[in-house]
T-cell receptor
Framework: SAVISQKPSRDICQRGTSLTIQCQVD?????MFWYRQQPGQSLTLIAT?????????ESGFVIDKFPISRPNLTFSTLTVSNMSPEDSSIYLC???????????FGSGTRLTVV | RKEVEQDPGPFNVPEGATVAFNCTYS??????FFWYRQDCRKEPKLLMS???SGNEDGRFTAQLNRASQYISLLIRDSKLSDSATYLC?????????????FGKGTTLSVSS
């Protein structure tokens, strides 16, 4: 299965600032997915990132708040902009290993906004 | 109606017990089904894929009923190390690369 390196693993940020999270995959993948897991909740999809095109955002998530880059087939970043305490969550990236065989997740970024 | 619904839990069982988790999903176009395990403060990790014919991996058995849009996971001879949250997961459609939809998870606690 794919191996994903996600960083930072955790951060404590001041409100109003921005944090960029990076995911590096050890193989080329068409799509990368960004999820958020709020405390005590399951994972919610933020957006799907395709290389060479703009990311597709789910309802409730907008590009101005969560800009995404996908410069090549092995790398993506998610920025959490103008943070507030409500953005405190775990953010995870994910890729599909191969069709139907499951998805691999990065180790997650635990973000606390103070 | 929520897209993926699971037993509310938590399940507290003794070692050696058999425990079953149930899950229903609403998107009839979903083609891929999984059980993931998530340990505290860790990312989800694939436990097993779920196939229409049912599949077994050691003490774990997964079943899928497409007509009822129902998925189950059976854990036999529970171990302390099975304590975790189990996530029922389906893909969002019938195309490759479709993102996953997660249930809220069922917490299992196995005690000695």
């Amino acid at each position: 299965s794919a191996v994903i390196s996600q960083k930072p693993s955790r951060d404590i940020c001041q409100r109003g600032t921005s944090l960029t999270i990076q995911c590096q995959v050890d193989s080329q993948v068409t799509m990368m997915f960004w999820y958020r897991q709020q405390p005590g909740q399951s994972l919610t999809l933020i957006a799907t990132a395709n290389q060479g095109s703009e990311a597709t955002y789910e309802s409730g998530f907008v590009i101005d708040k969560f800009p995404i880059s996908r410069p090549n087939l092995t790398f993506s970043t998610l920025t959490v902009s103008n943070m507030s305490p409500e953005d405190s969550s775990i953010y995870l990236c994910s890729v599909e290993d191969w069709e139907g065989a499951g998805y691999t997740f990065g180790s997650g970024t635990r973000l606390t906004v103070v | 109606r929520k897209e993926v619904e699971q037993d509310p839990g938590p399940f507290n069982v003794p070692e050696g017990a058999t425990v079953a988790f149930n899950c229903t999903y609403s998107n009839s176009a979903s083609q891929s089904f999984f059980w993931y395990r998530q340990d505290c403060r860790k990312e989800p990790k694939l436990l097993m894929s779920v196939y229409s014919s049912g599949n077994e991996d050691g003490r774990f058995t997964a079943q899928l009923n497409r007509a009822s849009q129902y998925i189950s996971l059976l854990i036999r001879d529970s171990k302390l190390s099975d304590s975790a949250t189990y996530l029922c997961v389906v893909n969002g459609g019938n195309q490759a690369g479709t993102a996953l939809i997660f249930g809220k998870g069922t917490t299992l606690s196995v005690s000695s």
